[in-house]
T-cell receptor, first 114, second 109 residues
Framework: EAQVTQNPRYLITVTGKKLTVTCSQN?????MSWYRQDPGLGLRQIYY???????DKGDVPEGYKVSRKEKRNFPLILESPSPNQTSLYFCASSTSRGRTYEQYFGPGTRLTVT | RKEVEQDPGPFNVPEGATVAFNCTYS??????FFWYRQDCRKEPKLLMSVYSSGNEDGRFTAQLNRASQYISLLIRDSKLSDSATYLCVAHTGRRALTFGSGTRLQVQP
């Protein structure tokens, strides 16, 4: 089954404790992206990757890191989480061959930073 | 000003009603537009693309007005299962999609 998976689905952590949210897709998609969703603000892009070893900042990259060492994986790293990073996070992927708009989203990771 | 703006709603309509959402965008360089659907606490999923000539898919019709920079979604004969948040999306070049905050629809029996 074609899908995007994220882990963990729920995470409660404390300020400053490094964490990683994993994202994996099995569709051989070149393009992957991370979004955060907050009430009233909609989905905002954090980072994206056009292919392996190619990443770039989105609209709200501060406080986040990413890496793309393999095509299927695109982990999101919070080196020192803060309460303002409490949010719902989505990973998405798509083929870059003309249809980057049809993004497939993972189920989301609900992060709470206390 | 947000790049893509939507009325957050909620729109409460009875089953069988016709409902329309509008969305405006500020970046005239936006090339493509889409509607995504998001159920409560779930991931967004592509509903349909929006073309200048209009796009119809069953009970759903999407239209784009580039001169006025707005996009519309019309849902006819609303079903209970249409209850969701509808996200208006603009695509500008290779970078990414810009999402509106969404319009919530609640279809009531």
């Amino acid at each position: 089954e074609a899908q995007v998976t994220q882990n963990p689905r729920y995470l409660i952590t404390v300020t400053g404790k490094k964490l990683t949210v994993t994202c994996s897709q099995n569709m051989n998609h070149e393009y992957m992206s991370w979004y955060r969703q907050d009430p009233g603000l909609g989905l905002r892009q954090i980072y994206y990757s056009m292919n392996v070893e190619v990443t770039d900042k989105g609209d709200v990259p501060e406080g986040y890191k990413v890496s793309r060492k393999e095509k299927r994986n695109f982990p999101l790293i919070l080196e020192s989480p803060s309460p303002n990073q409490t949010s719902l996070y989505f990973c998405a992927s798509s083929t870059s061959r003309g249809r980057t708009y049809e993004q497939y989203f993972g189920p989301g990771t609900r992060l709470t930073v206390t | 000003r947000k790049e893509v703006e939507q009325d957050p709603g909620p729109f409460n309509v009875p089953e069988g009603a016709t409902v329309a959402f509008n969305c405006t965008y500020s970046n005239s360089a936006s090339q493509s537009f889409f509607w995504y659907r998001q159920d409560c606490r779930k991931e967004p999923k592509l509903l349909m693309s929006v073309y200048s000539s209009g796009n119809e898919d069953g009970r759903f019709t999407a239209q784009l007005n580039r001169a006025s920079q707005y996009i519309s979604l019309l849902i006819r004969d609303s079903k209970l299962s249409d209850s969701a948040t509808y996200l208006c999306v603009a695509h500008t070049g290779r970078r990414a999609l810009t999402f509106g905050s969404g319009t919530r629809l609640q279809v009531q029996p």
